[in-house]
């Protein structure tokens, strides 16, 4: 199940101020890459727009590629299932302060 883990406490939440309306490909999983899209994003989570089956509570993994072809590695948890768009609402798992800026800089580009 490409390496992917339930988790059954949910992953603690921070500030929903911020969001920003994307169009982000992104990967998830190691040793089977998929490439997904993100479509909304805030430093608490964002929605994941996949045809993939994913199970509530499943842990996540999400590669974002931000500037200088560094990639931003978000880890959390699949919240919700929406199926118009089909997609996952993922709730992000606090983050390092300097991962947390970098996704507060590409949130805020995104938003001028």
């Not at 920003?20 to 994003?41: C, D, E, K, Q, R």
């Not at 842990?59 to 199926?83: A, C, F, Y």
Request: glycine share 8%.
């Amino acid at each position: 199940m490409l390496g992917l883990q339930t988790m059954n406490d949910r992953p603690t939440t921070t500030s929903r101020k911020l969001r920003a309306y994307v169009n982000i490909p992104t990967y998830m999983g190691h040793s089977n890459i998929h490439t997904l899209t993100i479509t909304n994003i805030s430093l608490s989570g964002c929605f994941l727009r996949t045809d993939m089956w994913l199970d509530s509570g499943t842990k996540v993994s999400l590669g974002v590629p931000v500037e200088n072809g560094k990639i931003l590695e978000l880890t959390g948890m699949v919240v919700r299932q929406h199926d118009e768009p089909k997609g996952y609402g993922i709730s992000f798992f606090p983050l390092p302060e300097e991962e947390r800026r970098e996704l507060a800089l590409l949130i805020a580009e995104t938003i001028e």
